[in-house]
């Protein structure tokens, strides 16, 4: 799977728009890209997922540049409950010995009043 | 709740001792995964099973560690003769099986404590 980088931590002020940026630059043309977040003490929830297009769901909204190296998790009006990290993770599709979440350090979002 | 659930949620244990782990999966879930997480780390994947077929090991998984998915439902994680290093939170996750792209859901994990 291909290596994604992340900023280590961001703040965001309650009820604005929260904006993670990952970069992904050695994907390959059957990589999805994945965002899950963990908050403290739980285990990792998944948020959203795209291949090409850009997603949307009720958690947030995912935008992948046109040349796929790089992607932005848009979280549209943060809350307190947001505070975790957030993991982009690139995986192959869901065959074989492909299942495997490869997760890096992430991003820790601090979301303040 | 029909989430994964995982127990004990927390183990101390002595070094030395045999720990094992249990997750239950989303019912209709045929997939199963272990992730170890580690303190500032994101977790790191450990095995998975399709039904009762462990099909793939991590490096990380030495001769210590034993997973098992007997009837492709619950599964254990056995950790023998613990070492400190072990301690960790041990995740459990389940899918679908799925041509496409489907997410992962994950346990609330099993934090183990060696002294």
């Known amino acids: 799977d291909a290596k994604t980088t992340q900023p280590p931590s961001m703040d965001c002020a309650e009820g604005r728009a929260a904006n993670l940026p990952c970069n992904h630059s050695?994907?390959?043309?059957?990589?999805?890209v994945y965002w899950y977040r963990q908050i403290h003490s739980q285990g990792p929830q998944y948020i959203i997922h795209?291949?090409?297009n850009n997603e949307t769901n009720e958690m947030a909204s995912l935008i992948i540049t046109e040349d796929r190296k790089s992607s932005t998790l848009i979280l549209p009006h943060a809350t307190l409950r947001d505070t975790a990290v957030y993991y982009c993770i690139v995986r192959a599709l869901n065959t074989g010995t492909a299942s495997k979440l490869t997760f890096g350090t992430g991003t820790r979002l601090q979301v303040t009043l | 709740d029909t989430g994964v659930s995982q127990n004990p949620r927390h183990k101390i244990t002595k070094r030395g001792q045999n720990v094992t782990f249990r997750c239950d999966p989303i019912?209709?879930?045929?997939?199963l995964y272990w992730y170890r997480q580690t303190l500032g780390q994101g977790p790191e994947f450990l095995t998975y099973?399709?039904?009762?077929?462990?099909?793939?090991k991590s490096r990380l998984l030495s001769d210590r560690f034993s997973a098992e998915r007997p009837k492709g439902s619950f599964s254990t994680l056995e950790i023998q003769r613990t070492e400190q290093g072990d301690s960790a939170m041990y995740l459990c996750?389940?899918?679908?099986?799925?041509?496409?792209?489907?997410?992962?859901?994950f346990g609330p994990g099993t934090r183990l404590t060696v002294l």
């Open positions: 050695t994907i390959s043309g059957n990589e999805y």
């Open positions: 996750a389940s899918s679908i099986t799925s041509g496409g792209a489907v997410e992962q859901f």
């Open positions: 019912s209709e879930h045929n997939r």
């Open positions: 795209g291949l090409k």
């Open positions: 099973f399709q039904n009762e077929a462990q099909l793939e």
